[in-house]
């Protein structure tokens, strides 16, 4: 079994700011940005929740897909993450209870 890595979206709220990313540690990751650890525009933004990931066995098509992602027009991000999460839950409590990352 290979490494996985992760395409993520943070948000401060239901329809506020969002912040993309890619990572190989999901929960390490969150964390960072629900603690205000990771500076930059989730800190400035407060983008604590998580509301959206997508699996990826390859760190370059991971890259690739959120770099994609981040030139997607707003209600493009707002659908996909309403198909995962409808209700803009913060994914935090079930990334941690045997999640994506065991």
């Known amino acids: 079994m290979g490494q996985t890595y992760f395409?993520?979206?943070m948000a401060n709220r239901k329809h506020g700011a969002l912040y993309t990313g890619v990572t190989s540690d999901l929960v390490r990751r969150?964390?960072?940005?629900?603690?205000?650890?990771?500076d930059g525009f989730t800190k400035?933004?407060?983008c604590k929740h998580l509301v959206w990931y997508?699996?990826?066995?390859?760190?370059?098509?991971a890259i690739l897909h959120e770099k994609?992602?981040?030139?997607?027009?707003?209600?493009w991000k707002e659908e996909l993450i309403e198909t995962m999460n409808p209700n803009w839950r913060d994914m935090w409590w079930e990334i941690i209870e045997g999640g994506p990352t065991t």
């Open 68 to 75: 994609r992602l981040k030139k997607w027009q707003r209600h």
């Open 44 to 46: 400035t933004h407060g």
């Open 7 to 9: 395409v993520y979206m």
């Open 54 to 61: 997508e699996v990826h066995e390859d760190i370059e098509a």
């Open 30 to 38: 969150t964390y960072e940005h629900r603690e205000g650890l990771a």
